[in-house]
């Protein structure tokens, strides 16, 4: 019970400070929504929109989830218990931020080297290969 009583002495201060530097944002924030929404008939910029923020929402959840285990690490003070659990959650965020980090890798590579636009917006080509060019008609063969 104490260490959870410890946690919430350290943690709430900084919460309350978070809430009160976050207001202004929040007031200036009245700009920054768009106020003239449009449909869009383009269906792959939504799902470029969609796959980008299942990516970043990814990323960013995994590294929350390690700042949360190293400070349970932190906090466990020796206890057997609470550094176990933490080293746990320390692990599976880590395999997380990789998954997220391959995804991200693999998609890249598949628009490098079949020219498509899936996350950049822009393709990538390989020097000397234009896309859907097969590959033994490489033009740095022919030299």
């Known amino acids: 019970m104490k260490p959870i009583l410890t946690i919430l002495k350290t943690v709430t201060p900084l919460l309350i400070l978070a809430i009160f530097l976050a207001m202004p944002l929040i007031a200036?924030?009245?700009?920054?929504?768009?106020?003239?929404?449009?449909?869009?008939?383009?269906?792959?910029?939504?799902?470029?929109?969609?796959?980008?923020?299942?990516?970043?929402?990814?990323?960013?959840?995994?590294?929350?989830?390690?700042?949360?285990?190293?400070?349970?690490?932190?906090?466990?003070?020796?206890?057997?218990?609470?550094?176990?659990?933490?080293?746990g959650m320390i692990t599976s965020a880590l395999i997380g931020l990789v998954i997220v980090l391959v995804a991200y890798a693999i998609i890249r590579l598949v628009e490098v080297f079949f020219g498509v636009t899936i996350i950049s917006g822009t393709t990538?080509?390989?020097?000397?290969?234009?896309?859907?060019?097969?590959?033994?008609?490489?033009?740095?063969?022919?030299?």
């Open 28 to 87: 200036f924030a009245q700009g920054l929504v768009p106020t003239d929404l449009r449909q869009t008939g383009d269906i792959v910029a939504v799902i470029r929109a969609i796959i980008r923020f299942i990516l970043l929402a990814a990323f960013i959840l995994a590294f929350i989830f390690l700042l949360i285990g190293g400070i349970r690490w932190i906090t466990a003070g020796g206890d057997e218990k609470g550094v176990a659990g933490a080293r």
């Open 124 to 143: 990538t080509p390989i020097p000397g290969i234009q896309p859907g060019q097969d590959i033994e008609q490489n033009p740095i063969d022919r030299l």
